[in-house]
């Protein structure tokens, strides 16, 4: 790997105490076979977002946008954490990291041991009522019938995660500010944070004195935001990071 000697200063950082947050965005997950929704044949290629992925047609014909939920639910429960989720899950354990903002939607963070967890865009594992708001784990309600309905009202649910047109919940944008106060430098992993409202926490990271590291598998990210870049797949570079900061 050429870029190692960013990684020996922030273990020595991480060693000393200093506390670090995660921002992850998709590039996080393509190691697990999840394609960049964004990215050629990624979903984004065969559905037209603003007809397959956004609130107002969800509500307007459920059906037609469960067509996209169901590919894209198959897509997402059949993956597996790999070895960067698992990285930073040791950090956690070791005390160096206090947490992720993740702005995917696969569960993949938890399935890999990490338990401060903010889902920025809602979750895929889940399943939500917009008529009374009962939640269902999606893979016990995978047998169902498509579109699957409520069991308290018989209503088409929908995944808990954020369709475009709604808002971030208050609750994650809340608790992923908490993290960019705390921490003392922010990895910014497999993510350009091009999206609204990511973009702007290494921003805030970077204005308050924190450290931004940039971990992509190439440099993503806007030079005045990023303290150092450490570029590689993130299942080398961040399991690289765990071994330099003793944190296995
Ligand atoms: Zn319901």
Known sequence: MESIAPLESLASLLQAGGKAAALTGAGM?????????????????QFDPMEYAHIAAFRSDPEKVWQMLTELES??????PN????????????????????????????????TTVV????????L???????????VSMRQQPRPPRCPSCQSIMKPDAVLFGEDIGADALRRA????????????????????????LPQRARQR???????????????????????????????????EAGAT
């Open 75 to 80: 897509i997402v429960l059949q993956a597996r």
């Open 128 to 138: 939500v009522c917009l008529r009374c708001g009962a939640r269902a784990d999606a």
């Open 209 to 243: 004195g924190a450290l931004v590291y940039e971990f992509n598998l190439e440099a993503c990210l806007p030079a005045p935001c990023v303290s150092e870049r450490v570029l590689g797949p993130l299942g080398v570079t961040l399991p690289a990071l765990v071994a």
């Open 83 to 114: 070895d960067g989720h698992r990285a930073l899950a040791a950090l956690e354990r070791a005390g160096m990291l206090l947490g992720v903002i993740t702005q995917n939607i696969d569960g993949l963070h938890q399935a890999g041991g990490s």
């Open 119 to 126: 889902e920025f865009h809602g979750s895929g594992r889940t």
């Open 177 to 200: 500010n908490a993290l960019v106060e705390a921490c003392d430098v922010m990895l910014v992993c497999g993510t350009s944070t091009e999206v609204w409202p990511a973009a702007q």
């Open 29 to 45: 997950s393509t190691e697990s076979g999840i394609p960049d929704f964004r990215s050629a044949g990624g979903i984004w290629d």
